[in-house]
Nanobody, 115 residues
């Protein structure tokens, strides 16, 4: 079992920044990768970025150059630094842990970008 808790969402003006956190607990050693996804109102959940156990990162084209995923192993936390936010970044952001036997999701945190 892996538990994930997201935090750091909120309301921000376009052009601003936010940092989301995803705190993991449980069978941390079994996690191969952690990803961030987001779901805007009326849209399907979409992948945003991933960081692997080895530290490899990948980003969706829509956020490349603006968002940065990182981790603090001592705190068992993954971060999503979001800069130059746009209205279209408004969504509920979820972190997902991938292990051999499946995936675990957090409860999500709302990010709202105003113009």
């Amino acid at each position: 079992q892996v538990q994930l808790v997201e935090s750091g969402g909120g309301l921000v003006q376009a052009g601003g920044s936010l940092r989301l956190s995803c705190a993991a607990s449980g069978r941390i050693f079994s996690i191969n990768a952690i990803a961030w996804y987001r779901q805007a109102p009326g849209k399907q959940r979409e992948w945003v970025t991933t960081i692997t156990r080895g530290g490899t990162t990948n980003y969706a084209e829509s956020v490349k150059g603006r968002f940065t995923i990182s981790r603090d192993n001592a705190k068992e936390t993954v971060y999503l630094q979001m800069n130059s936010l746009k209205r279209e970044d408004t969504a509920v952001y979820y972190c997902r842990a991938h292990i051999v036997s499946g995936v675990y999701w957090g409860q999500g945190t709302q990010v709202t970008v105003s113009s």
